[in-house]
């Protein structure tokens, strides 16, 4: 059994409510073994990696029944433990002011008959711009919170608060519909806390906007085509009879309000391309941009929007048409605000690269409700030990100095690094233990290593 650092320790307890006091044993074994696993993360290599100091009976058919159980059968639900993580990510990061959420969904890749909410969904990472890639597996509605760290050069970090699966058929409520639900549950557990939405261009939608609620400011992707129009209502003429107008005039599309800007040739009036100074994807960038007030009838009815058109003078990224419900918002802001997204995909291919989320076989409707957002649990609480004590350790500084180029501190396979050398130096006391536990810990690794294979 592997030991559990007082650093982590420290930032697991916060969890336990969340469980009964068997079930929380049980996650703190899972833990751990989901840590140190250095294979195929299915949940009989996590068990078997959690309690390395003997090896499984295969013989015995249901010698796994707890780790299944904690996840099939047992008592705690997955808003309950997000609700436990979303007060851990709070009070341990001290997240003060408007929080950013960011809203994505992921396809991790599943197949069997028998396996319970099992659908065929695009594939973004196989899909390009002229063909639509689909692929079996299970299509995950994700919430997460966004942070940017003080006082570092750290790029902006997603960590994982709520994930609900959204299943197939036309009868099965759609992404957006499914992320409106997951922020309503957000919205319940903090009804004093203002919030940043900020989502792609799929979740600008009527089943998510409409009745959004006001401590909510929207920052999202519109179409180029959209159709608005002018806020402003038109006066009326005397003696005009019929209904009174809604709306002003039709104005150009984001597309096409780029073009009019193009066509611009004085440096007076509406239409001009502004130059901003932002911070996105990394770089400090000077891109140009087009802001206009409008409504969007088809999705958010009458309430008016701001609509901002970027575009790269260098020619690196294409034209962006984004939009935010705050009227009063800066280009600048907006433009970071979306630029802030990407994180959300990095969590992803995290999740799926270093934490192997896709790794686990499981069937019941329970389990695979339950797995994925435990596993997405487990990687926020990695991220929030590795920022309130992790990095201070003496194995962070040891990996520090052996990074390569490409390599970053900030990333989830350099924190899981330092969990796993911090672990093992607990564990590992050569010049204190007795011969007979040296020979148990030596045992020990060789079914580590076994089980790597």
């Known amino acids: 059994m592997w030991p559990m650092i007082p650093s982590l320790d420290a930032v697991v307890q916060a969890l336990a409510p969340a469980f009964s006091q068997p079930s929380f044993h049980t996650h703190c074994h899972c833990l751990l073994g989901w840590v140190m696993c250095l294979g195929r993360h299915r949940l009989c290599r996590v068990a078997d990696t959690a309690q390395p100091q003997s090896l499984r009976d295969h013989s015995q058919r249901h010698g796994l029944d707890t780790t299944y159980n904690f996840f099939a059968r047992s008592g705690w639900t997955v808003s309950g433990l997000a609700y436990r993580v979303a007060v851990l990510l709070l009070t341990r990061l001290r997240l003060t002011g408007v929080l950013t959420l960011l809203v994505d969904d992921t396809l991790a890749h599943k197949r069997g008959k028998q396996v319970w909410g099992l659908g065929w969904f695009r594939d973004a990472v196989a899909s390009t711009r002229q ?75 009527k089943a998510l906007l409409a009745g959004l609620d006001e401590r909510v400011t929207f920052v999202g992707r519109l179409r180029g085509d959209a159709a608005v129009y002018d806020p402003r209502l038109p006066k009326p003429k005397k003696g005009q009879r019929g209904r009174k107008a809604q709306k002003g005039p039709r104005l150009p599309s984001p597309k096409a309000a780029a073009a009019k800007a193009d066509r611009k040739r004085s440096a007076t009036g509406d239409w001009l391309w502004q130059e901003v100074a932002v911070t996105a994807y990394g770089e400090e960038r000077v891109l140009r941009a087009v802001a206009y007030q ?4 088809r999705v958010l009815g009458l309430r008016p929007v701001r609509v901002v058109v970027v575009r790269d003078p260098q020619g690196k990224l294409d034209d962006a048409y984004l939009f935010t419900t705050d009227l009063h918002a800066s280009v600048a802001w907006v433009i970071t605000q979306f630029a802030w997204r990407w994180s959300i995909e990095v969590l992803f291919r995290a999740s799926k690269q270093v934490l192997d989320i896709e790794g686990p076989q499981h ?25 309130t004590a992790g990095r ?35 564990l590992i006391k050569p010049k204190s233990a007795e011969p007979t536990e040296l020979l148990k810990l030596v045992e020990a690794l060789k079914n580590c290593v076994n089980l790597a294979v």
């Open 294 to 297: 409008a409504v969007w009838p």
């Open 131 to 205: 063909r639509t890639a689909t692929a079996s597996g299970h299509n995950w509605v994700v919430v997460a919170i966004a942070i940017c760290l003080p006082g570092t050069n750290a790029p902006i970090l997603a960590l994982p608060l709520l994930a609900r699966l959204h299943r197939p058929g036309k009868a099965q409520p759609s992404c957006p519909q499914v992320a409106g639900a997951l922020l309503a549950e957000v919205l319940a557990w903090f009804p004093s806390r203002r919030f940043t939405l900020v989502a792609d261009g799929a979740y600008a939608s």
């Open 363 to 387: 069937y019941s409707q329970a389990a695979v409700e339950k797995v994925a957002p435990w596993v997405w649990s487990l990687q926020s609480v990695v991220i929030v030990w590795y920022l």
């Open 392 to 426: 201070e350790l003496p194995e962070a500084e040891e990996l520090r100095k052996v990074m390569g180029e490409w390599d970053s501190e900030w990333s989830l396979r350099h924190m899981i690094a330092v969990l796993r050398r911090a672990t093992l130096n607990a």
